[in-house]
């Protein structure tokens, strides 16, 4: 494929970056479009990403609707069929300013304001289209074969909260149509494994505008798998020697100020409340209560490690275009926990959240992840706490740590919380892109702040070290996590409906609801269906909307010889047993988790 850099030179591409390139140069197109179809429409950003391409547009007071979406892309393909030459040029700085503010592009004007007195500047122009861009693009816009426009989102111009929001257009691109259609395959996928979609056709959770965007509910049925994930990570936790404590959702602003997390994280904070003239404001975190927790009284080193764990509410700002169900809203609640060690500790201590992270993962089979250590970026003043000698021992510390026991792992930059380094575990989802599920920080910072001490073997007073970790990450995420990859058939532990009791008929009734009551007094979560439908509409309404584990189909033989056909989700096979035998069955399956 032939390509064209700014300065005009025609090369053939490396293989390493023609999809680069070609989603490069869709976006200029899917610009050129919007220009066409929106001639007041006035453009920001159009990169190519790892999965794609968008462009942010300001469109005045318009919003785009599907059938606009759908214009767009139809327009695209017009401006591909009519193979218009791409020509690269450069202009002075003086030049470039004119010609962006005679074509009143204000964003781009901007943008050149912020490059380097010596920043070369360059544009690309494919028919009366120009865009400012460094390249290189395809010559010809015939080169571009196969895209498509995914949907819409907002976007803060400069991805700054203080600057206007704008409409961010995205869209896929490839070089063959086999590709797209592969593409268009695995968002099929992706739609069907929605937790979103799950949710609402199963009856876990609930979200309505009037409660709040990003505010979930969850129903009974999902409340019943968040109960039993609180359960299962709290029993797991005891064993290990935590103490699980309870703190209100607010907190002072002063209590925040001493933290630092008014200073380093009040943009993604609700705003404060003014009560009684004293500042309050929803918790976005817990670290501070468990600090007033341990520093609630005096400490000596023979008590310590001291492991502070809860299921905590807490309240986070995250901009409406970021919001995805159960996985990202503004309210969740963490499966938090702060241990204060002495430095000797940290290494055993860090080993042991590890451990506990592994023997998770191994209970709800998850295979598909990778270990990050997360490291500030020293330039990036106002959102780490400015203490260079701090970071640098915490880092070192817990780099260390991780290489003494044997974890393989990748570092980032500019990855670390507020306060301190910290190991991510970031899952990769059955669809779409990875995120961090189980997290463990190391933190010198806070016990410092808060002029937390212990006494140590020699009658000395000093600071204890916390580790902050979550190993479900928050209850919420961690379900929606746990839906896509099983499409909502949870294990028989873990879901809402275990058992669907199905009689044949109005005959079977009775002998139905005393198997239901039995099942019932042997604290399995059972459901008798005993409305006056077909046996076959009930099977496949407990199977594909309840994704119940078992369904027993009782007939009339099922009755008179006090038995039942046991019918499995997964597998569509029927089995007859007697009542006891199942109940046994099902019980065990239940008491030890079994996958």
Same mark, same amino acid.
């Given at each position: 494929?032939?390509? +064209?850099?700014?300065?005009? *030179? !025609?090369?053939?591409?490396?293989?390493?970056?023609?999809?680069?390139?070609?989603?490069?140069?869709?976006?200029?197109?899917?610009?050129?479009?919007?220009?066409?179809?929106?001639?007041?429409?006035?453009?920001?950003?159009?990169?190519?990403?790892?999965?794609?391409? =968008?462009?942010? !547009?300001?469109?005045?007071?318009?919003?785009?609707?599907?059938?606009?979406?759908a214009n767009i892309e139809a327009e695209m393909k017009k401006i591909v069929k009519e193979n218009l030459p791409i020509k690269p040029? +450069?202009?002075?700085?003086?030049?470039?300013?004119?010609?962006?503010?005679?074509? *009143?592009?204000?964003?781009?004007?901007?943008?050149?304001?912020?490059?380097?007195?010596?920043?070369?500047?360059?544009?690309?122009?494919?028919?009366?289209?120009?865009?400012?861009?460094?390249?290189?693009?395809?010559?010809?816009?015939?080169?571009?074969?196969?895209?498509?426009?995914?949907?819409?989102?907002?976007?803060?111009?400069?991805?700054?909260?203080?600057?206007?929001?704008?409409?961010? +257009?995205?869209?896929?691109?490839?070089?063959?149509?086999?590709?797209?259609?592969?593409?268009?395959k695995m968002m099929e996928e992706a739609r069907a494994r929605d937790h979103r979609k799950i949710g609402k056709e199963m009856s876990l959770f609930m979200t309505d505008?009037?409660?709040?965007?990003?505010?979930?509910?969850?129903?009974?049925?999902?409340?019943?798998?968040?109960?039993?994930?609180?359960?299962?990570?709290?029993?797991?936790?005891?064993?290990?020697? =935590?103490?699980? !404590?309870?703190?209100?959702?607010?907190?002072?602003?002063?209590?925040?100020?001493?933290?630092?997390?008014?200073?380093?994280?009040?943009?993604?904070?609700?705003?404060?409340?003014? !009560?009684?003239?004293?500042?309050?404001v929803l918790r976005p975190m817990n670290c501070p209560h468990h600090m007033m927790i341990y520093a609630n009284k005096p400490h000596s080193y023979k008590e310590l490690p001291i492991r502070i764990g809860e299921i905590a509410h807490d309240f986070r700002f995250e901009s409406s275009g970021t919001l995805k169900g159960i996985e990202r809203g503004r309210h969740f609640c963490q499966n938090d926990a702060h241990l204060f060690v002495t430095p000797d500790q940290i290494k055993s201590e860090v080993s042991k959240v590890v451990d506990l992270i592994f023997d998770v993962y191994k209970d709800f089979g998850i295979e598909n992840y990778r270990c990050v250590l997360s490291l500030r970026d020293p330039a990036d003043t106002e959102k780490y706490h400015p203490d260079d000698e701090m970071w640098n021992t915490a880092e070192d510390?817990?780099?260390?740590?991780?290489?003494?026991?044997? +974890?393989?792992?990748?570092?980032?930059?500019?990855?670390?919380?507020?306060?301190?380094?910290?190991?991510?575990?970031?899952?990769?989802?059955?669809?779409?892109?990875? =995120?961090?599920?189980?997290?463990?920080?190391?933190?010198?910072?806070?016990?410092?702040?808060?002029?937390?001490?212990?006494?140590?073997?020699?009658?000395?007073e000093k600071t204890p070290v916390v580790l902050h970790r979550a190993i479900l990450g928050s209850l919420d995420?961690?379900?929606?996590?746990?839906?896509?990859?099983?499409?909502?058939k949870f294990p028989v532990w873990l879901a809402p409906l275990q058992v669907k009791v199905l009689p044949v008929s109005e005959k079977t009734l009775e002998y139905a609801s005393k198997v239901n009551e039995a099942l019932e007094n042997a604290n399995v979560r059972t459901q008798l269906d005993d409305r006056n439908e077909k046996i076959g509409y009930k099977i496949r309404e407990a199977q594909q909307v309840d994704r119940a584990p078992y369904m027993l189909i009782l007939g009339a033989k099922e009755a008179e010889e006090g038995i039942v056909s046991v019918r499995y989700r997964d597998n569509n096979e029927t089995e007859s047993m007697k009542l006891e035998e199942f109940i046994e069955k099902v019980t065990k399956e239940i008491a030890t988790r079994a996958r």
């Open positions: 494929m032939k390509i +064209i850099d700014k300065e005009g *030179k !025609v090369y053939e591409c490396p293989e390493e970056e023609v999809l680069h390139v070609i989603r490069h140069s869709t976006a200029h197109v899917m610009a050129q479009a919007i220009q066409r179809l929106y001639p007041e429409a006035d453009f920001a950003y159009g990169p190519a990403t790892e999965r794609g391409f =968008y462009y942010d !547009v300001d469109l005045g007071d318009k919003k785009l609707s599907d059938e606009d979406l040029f +450069i202009l002075p700085r003086d030049e470039a300013v004119k010609l962006m503010h005679d074509r *009143k592009e204000k964003y781009k004007e901007e943008h050149i304001g912020d490059l380097p007195e010596d920043a070369v500047i360059s544009f690309y122009q494919q028919g009366d289209y120009i865009d400012m861009c460094i390249g290189p693009h395809v010559t010809y816009t015939k080169a571009l074969k196969a895209f498509k426009i995914t949907g819409q989102s907002g976007a803060y111009w400069k991805n700054d909260a203080k600057n206007k929001m704008l409409t961010r +257009i995205n869209g896929v691109a490839f070089t063959s149509q086999e590709e797209l259609a592969e593409y268009e505008d009037l409660i709040g965007k990003g505010l979930p509910m969850f129903l009974p049925k999902g409340y019943t798998v968040w109960q039993e994930l609180e359960n299962y990570i709290k029993e797991k936790e005891r064993k290990l020697g =935590y103490q699980h !404590v309870m703190t209100p959702c607010v907190g002072t602003v002063s209590l925040y100020e001493t933290s630092g997390h008014w200073a380093h994280y009040k943009a993604n904070m609700f705003p404060a409340m003014e !009560v009684e003239g004293e500042s309050f510390a817990l780099r260390q740590v991780l290489r003494d026991i044997g +974890i393989e792992f990748t570092e980032e930059i500019g990855e670390a919380a507020f306060y301190g380094p910290k190991l991510d575990v970031n899952v990769k989802p059955a669809v779409g892109a990875e =995120y961090t599920l189980s997290t463990c920080q190391l933190d010198f910072c806070l016990p410092a702040k808060f002029d937390l001490k212990y006494i140590d073997s020699e009658s000395n995420r961690f379900m929606a996590f746990i839906i896509e990859e099983t499409k909502g």
